[in-house]
């Protein structure tokens, strides 16, 4: 079966088992997805969307948190790590979209990864949920799975974007990667995988293995 096969099957069954692809990260104005993926490196979802709710119910707008205080902002996220970094950043990118962007979040990667904190994974995810951009967001859950089911041989999450970007339908990509980490996280985890119960067992190469 060639990739753009295998793929095609992949989103076909995973569209059955998880028709809602929703982003896991809790959000209403397009910021605060951005805020809270920049939260969510080296920290669990389910504990960003806990310390967002104070955050947003706090720091209403780009500009609330453009003018915001980083001790204070960093005294909330503390529960995600890195929490001094993460405010630094935070505050950082909001002045960046109130100087140099109008106050409004830029719709393009290559201006999204010139705010202070946003790397790949992020802006993909704000391009694709936000503005409805084709967009590969490659975490964890996706590098190992599309590793696993022979999608890609790379472990680098640009070369894996790059890799996924070739054989993905552009308006099924960021949908794909939402169903990945629902997928990631019910059959295929990174420890004690369920590959005799796994919908997507008979075309994985590793489940042959």
């Known amino acids: 079966m060639k990739k753009t096969e295998l793929v095609g099957e992949i989103i076909s069954r995973l569209e059955q088992a998880y028709p809602d692809a929703l982003c896991s990260l809790t959000y209403e104005k397009p910021h605060e997805l951005m805020i809270a993926g920049r939260l969510s490196a080296q920290c669990t979802d389910a504990r960003v969307n806990i310390v967002t709710k104070e955050l947003f119910a706090r720091y209403k707008s780009i500009e609330d948190f453009a003018n915001a205080d980083v001790d204070e902002v960093a005294e ?3 529960p995600c790590g890195l929490y001094k970094t993460k405010a630094k950043s935070i505050v950082g990118m909001c002045r ?4 140099d962007f109008d106050g409004q979040i830029p719709d393009t990667i290559e201006q999204l990864t010139t705010l202070e904190g946003i790397g790949r994974k992020t802006a993909n995810l704000v391009l694709g949920d936000v503005f409805h951009k084709p967009a590969v967001v490659c975490d964890t859950h996706c590098i190992r799975i599309c590793g696993r089911l022979g999608l890609t041989k790379n472990k680098e999450p640009h070369k894996v974007e790059t890799d ?3 054989i993905l ?3 099924k990509s960021s949908d794909f990667c939402h169903r990945m980490v629902l997928f990631g996280r019910e059959y295929c ?8 119960e796994c919908p997507l067992a008979d075309i994985c190469k590793s489940a042959a293995r």
């Open 164 to 166: 996924l970007r070739k």
């Open 76 to 78: 909330i996220v503390k």
């Open 189 to 196: 985890k990174a420890r004690g995988e369920r590959c005799g």
């Open 96 to 99: 960046q979209i109130m100087q």
């Open 169 to 171: 339908p552009p308006e």
